[in-house]
Structure formats: structure tokens, C-alpha cells
């Protein structure tokens, strides 16, 4: 089944008429996700309950994303539009229907906020409402959490090549880096290969010395100097993402007090990940890492200023709940979904260690789909 | 004048209060053109009228945006929070005042759409109105008109910095292409020089064969053949993009048909350079153009299927008049825009050709920043 068969099906359980997309300049994932090619001029796309799929797209992209559907598989009709009024002629048949699910979140500044759905600009969806002014636009939200949040075998066997991948690269770090690099060398070397093969996940945050206690810190022209090296990478093959970080040292003789938090972070990472299970509160492994380093005498509240990781898909921040030790208690994890495990302890101005892996939620015990070194790499 | 500053200002001309970017995940332009640095947490960035400029980071974001602001002389309190509750806490008061701008579009269906102040999400928009009920929220599209249309002299400093060195690396393309070399393989190419320096301005399209066709073709697998190489890139440093196609010829002699189309762009950009000029009906360049092919036998209504080019700025889709050949008569070209100008010509499946330089609009005539090769280069 493809994604627009997927997504018909639940259509049918939200009881709408259709699903629609506009998207313009690449600013709803959704997009890409369905189309299989990065469209970068206006465009929609109506997954229909009943009938024929259609995308309407410029002109000039009309080609090109047929050739993604005849390779995909997927059947839905074509519509070139020629100028807006031409777009907008062509859209209003399509959406003047009962009940239309379009991507806007809800209750956003709330605990069940849905922003994960959250892309239609306002002054699109203002113009929508104004050209189909008897269409009920409901939250495509839940089709959007039931398509992205639990992964399919296809996305489960994506992740671990693009992961596998990625390790590789990694390991590659310590014969690349050299004192006196900046960190945006490193950042165009290691992009450099991922968009060989795909294309990077997010921009590689490297990090050194103070700044790799900026969790996202912009990889600059600063110069690689002995001392602390984060670096917080993926790429993105096929429909799943990588995102592992990892916490190299430069120089010989890594401090003691670095040691020691490392392979603190590297053990609560170790705890997290028992917790990465089937019908468990969302909350718990966050919980469980915390209460350890808390053991070990860090004060996390302070020092560990972000939530445990975040749910992995077709982008690095994917769909699913969160796993902060602040979510809901009733937030509950599901078989194949799919998370990072990156606990950080940071010490503003002077250092940073943050250890990411990705992990696969099972029934029993996760799959931990990535590894970091269990002693810190000294380059 | 900083860009804070300078946004002040403009508010008094729309009477706002202040000018309000919530963005998550860089998915507003604005956020990175403020900060100086990208975000991928939620925030909130307040312009004010009066009093001190405020913005909203997640803690672990705030030293890093605090960095940024010492580095550019910025003067804006920063407000860490902690949690969702907490911001939306820290928010109220600062969005509870009689009118404030927001980043959204109006009439986006219509011929005078702001499709350019169209970010703010449908969702939040709600959120927002909910948290301010007597707020009078206005678009903030007046405000980035005037701040992005028109180029500073920094700006165009940067400008021509950012295409000298963009089209350097194009000159090294016939060394470094070889047949059998995937699309991908170019573009990393590009891509790993533009990060040492920079960033891509986005995905470059590297197009082999049939598929430099498709205007906005995303590179691929594809093995570099014999025939048309079609590239579109360009590069972003400081604020300004550089957005340059060229069109080569992969082995010996290009047949007649393709130099003499060749030929035809070239001189047909030429002619539309003359009318890039302040005071001029922004569709006077692209009728000027498509007069010029049309005389020389292409039916460039089938065969050149865009505009002739776009605003560049910051993003390589920028703010300004369109320079469609349909853009209303009304709308007019200024002294210190910037645009690209690229046309093309394209028989699908078969192969297509472009030529786009990046311009200044100038008082008398253009400045052309960047210059095609005159001939078809053969690799």
C-alpha cells in the first residue's frame, strides 16, 4: 500500500472527503513526503475518499512529478496550472466539498497541542475558506499521526541502512579532524557524503570547545582546538532519517571531570533505553536517565536543559509523543515507533557532552539501532 | 541601522505596536534573518515600538541567540523558557497591546497577493488570537516589503562577493564532471565548497540529458551522459544569495539546434537586461525577452513555461514586483532590487536549456553581477 493509499483509508475514518495539501517553496513536509520530489513553486495535492487523487502543480514541475508517481506507483491525476487565477480556477472543484481535512494543529499553545500538523500559513487557509466558504476544514492531525507516528516495515529497514550509513561516517571523525579545521569543514565534509547518497537530515551541528554547550549550536569559521567535540548529525535516505550525536576529545588526556560525565550520560543512555517500550508512559525513560544522573551527583535540572530526545522519521523532529519528563502521564510509547536517546549535560561557556543513538520501541526491550563509543574517542 | 532598528522604524508608518515572529523549526525565514543564527525549537521574536526588543528561546537555545545578538550590536532582551506553559506565560503580556504585526499573507489568491508575509500557521494564528482576544493583529507584509525589496548597500556588497565566488566554482565545473559521475556526485561537489564558506541557497539542480528539461529537477542517481548538463545554484553568505544556471554540452560537437537555441537565450537576456531599470513595469523585461524569441522562430509560449526570473535576496526567492511578462501593469521596477534573469527553453523528455544571471536594477541601466558564457562551454 503507498501513501496515498494509506492516507485514503484513514480519510475514512475522520469521515472527510478528501485531504489537501497546498504547499508553496517546499514549506509543508507533507509534500515531499507524498510527491517523492522537492517541489519548490505553489502546488496542491487532494488525496480524495472516494475517486481520483489529483495534484495540481506549475507547469514546469508537471513532468517531473509524473515521472516521481510512474516510478512510485502511484496513481493520480495531473493538473498543470498556468498562472494563480488559473491555479485557483482549477482548485475550486476540489475543494468545494462537505469535509476537507487540511494541516493546521490545534489547542497549539496546550498540552495537546497538535503542531506537528501545523503548516498551512493563515492567509492561505483565509483565501480557502473564502473560495470554498460551505467547506467544513477540519485538522488532518489524526491522519497525519496514524501515517508518520508507528513505522512501517519499509520505514524500519530505511532506518537501520540510513543508520548504519551514518555510523560509518562517523567512525571516519578521528582520521578527518584536525586542530585548526573550522567546524563548517568539517560540517561540508561530512554533508558532503551524506548528499552522495541522500541528503542531510538537518545542518551537522560541530561543536567545539565552549560551544558544544550550545545543544544547537551553528556550525561557524570557528577553528577546531583541543577540548571537547560535539558533533550532531544525519542524513536522510529513502523516507527515514539518522540523528546521532556523538562526543568526541581532541588533544590527548581528556580531563577526569569529562570522563566521568561522559560515561554518566553513556549509563543513564544505557537506563533510558529500558524504558523504550510498548505500552510505557512516554515520560518514564526520561525519568529513569534523570533520577540516575541525579544519583551520580549532577544537577540535572540545571545541567540537562532539554527533553530526553524526540520522535525519528521522514525528518529528524518526526511525529509521536514527547519523551520529556514533563509529558502527560497518559502520553503512552507503541511498538515501531521510533526515538532518539540523547541525554546532554552542559556547562555554559565552558563545555558540553550530549550522546544521541536511535532506537526502535519493541514489545519486550527496544532495538537500539545505533551505538556510541562506550569510552569517549580521544582524536 | 541594524535590522531591528531598522524594522522599528517602519513600524511608526503602519502605527503597530510591535512586530511578532513565533516560529518553530526555521520555518519562518525571518526568525534567521533577525537572529543571525538558525533555531530548530520553538520561538518567539519581538520587534517593539517602543521599549527594548524581546525574544522568547527555549533554554538551550539562549546562549547561543545571546552570542549572536553581542556579535551584531543587537539590543533585545532574552527571555529563556522552560516548557510550553511557560512560554505562552511569558508571551501574554508582551502580545496584549492594541495592534501588532504578524507573518501573514493577504488576498494569496488574488493578483495583489502577500504571499511573502505568509508564514504564521493556521493553528497558531488561533492560538494567538485565544491568548490576546483584543489584540488587533495586522500583517506584517507592509514591513517586509520595505525591509527586503530594496537592497542596502551592504547587501549588495555581499551580493557580488557571494556570485564572484559562486561563479568560480562554475568555472571549474568542465574539470571536475566526468562522464559516469552521478547528479548527486556534482551537487555534493558544489555543496561541500558552498559550506566551507557558506550554504547552498538551496538544493542545487544538476540536470543530465532529458532531464534538464524539467526546470526544477532534483539531482539524482542519474549518470552524467553525453549531451545537455544543465546546472542551477547559487550560495548564501552573510545576506545575501547568489542564483546562477548555466547550460553545457558533455562531449563533442553540441548539435546546431542546441547552440542555436543557445544563442537565442543569450541574446534574449541581453535584451531583457535593458529593461531592468528603476521606473520600469516589472513585466517590460520578460515581454521583451519572449518578443526577441518569438522573432527567432521559438514558440516560447509552449517552450519557456516560467517567469523570466524572481526577487533574490536573502532567500533565492525573494521579495519584489513579479517579472512575469503577466505581472499587472501597474507593478513597478526599483532602483537597488535585485533579480535574477533566466530564460529558458525546454522540449520535455527531449532536453532544455537556461540562462540565468543575477542582476541589480540600476537608475539608467542594470548592473549584471554575474555573466553567462557567450558559447555553450563543452565538457
Chains 1, 2 share one sequence.
Not at 500559513?121 to 466558504?133: E, M, N, R, S, V
Request: charged content about 25%; aromatic content about 10%; overall charge negative.
Amino acid at each position: 500500500m503507498n501513501k496515498f493509499e494509506k492516507a485514503q483509508k484513514l480519510l475514512q475514518v475522520i469521515n472527510g472527503d478528501g485531504w489537501l495539501i497546498i504547499c508553496n517553496e517546499d514549506n509543508d513536509i507533507h509534500s515531499r513526503y507524498l510527491l517523492g520530489v522537492g517541489s519548490h513553486a505553489l502546488h496542491a495535492i487532494f488525496i480524495a475518499a472516494d475517486g481520483k487523487h489529483k495534484v495540481l502543480p506549475v507547469v514546469m514541475e508537471a513532468n517531473m512529478i509524473k515521472n516521481s508517481f510512474e516510478e512510485k506507483g502511484i496513481d493520480a491525476e495531473i493538473i498543470p496550472f498556468n498562472s494563480l487565477n488559473d491555479f485557483v480556477e482549477k482548485l475550486k472543484p476540489i475543494v468545494n466539498k462537505p469535509k476537507i481535512a487540511l494541516n493546521f494543529g490545534e489547542n497549539i499553545f496546550e498540552s495537546d497541542a497538535t503542531s506537528y500538523a501545523d503548516y498551512i500559513p493563515f492567509g492561505t487557509h483565509l483565501a480557502l475558506q473564502k473560495l470554498a466558504p460551505n467547506t467544513n476544514f477540519i485538522s488532518a492531525a489524526p491522519i497525519i499521526y496514524e501515517l508518520r507516528s508507528v513505522k512501517s516495515p519499509k520505514e524500519l529497514k530505511d532506518l537501520r541502512n540510513v543508520c548504519k550509513a551514518t555510523i560509518e561516517l562517523l567512525e571516519t571523525i578521528p582520521d578527518m579532524v584536525k586542530v585548526g579545521m573550522t567546524e563548517r569543514e568539517v560540517m561540508a565534509k561530512l554533508e558532503y557524503e551524506y548528499s552522495k547518497v541522500g541528503k542531510p537530515s538537518f545542518p551537522a551541528i560541530v561543536a567545539t570547545g565552549k560551544y558544544s554547550a550550545d545543544p544547537h549550536h551553528n556550525s561557524s569559521n570557528e577553528k577546531i582546538k583541543p577540548g571537547p567535540l560535539l558533533i550532531d548529525t544525519g542524513m536522510q535516505i529513502e523516507d527515514m532519517c539518522s540523528d546521532i550525536t556523538w562526543t568526541y576529545w581532541v588533544g590527548n588526556n581528556p580531563p577526569e571531570e569529562f570522563i566521568d560525565a561522559y560515561n554518566a550520560l553513556y549509563e543513564s543512555k544505557e537506563i533510558a533505553n529500558k524504558f523504550y517500550i510498548d505500552g510505557t508512559p512516554s515520560r518514564l525513560p526520561a525519568i529513569k536517565c534523570r533520577e540516575y544522573l541525579a544519583e551520580k551527583g549532577y544537577d540535572h535540572e540545571k545541567l540537562f536543559f532539554h527533553g530526553l530526545g524526540h520522535a525519528l522519521g521522514f525528518e529528524a523532529h518526526g511525529v509521536g509523543p514527547r519523551v520529556s519528563w514533563k509529558a502527560p502521564e497518559n502520553s503512552i510509547l507503541k511498538e515501531n515507533m521510533v526515538y532518539t536517546n540523547e541525554p546532554g549535560l552542559y556547562w555554559i561557556e565552558k563545555w558540553g557532552i550530549r550522546l544521541e543513538d536511535d532506537i526502535i520501541i519493541g514489545k519486550e526491550k527496544c532495538e537500539q539501532v545505533t551505538y556510541n563509543p562506550k569510552d569517549p574517542i580521544v582524536i
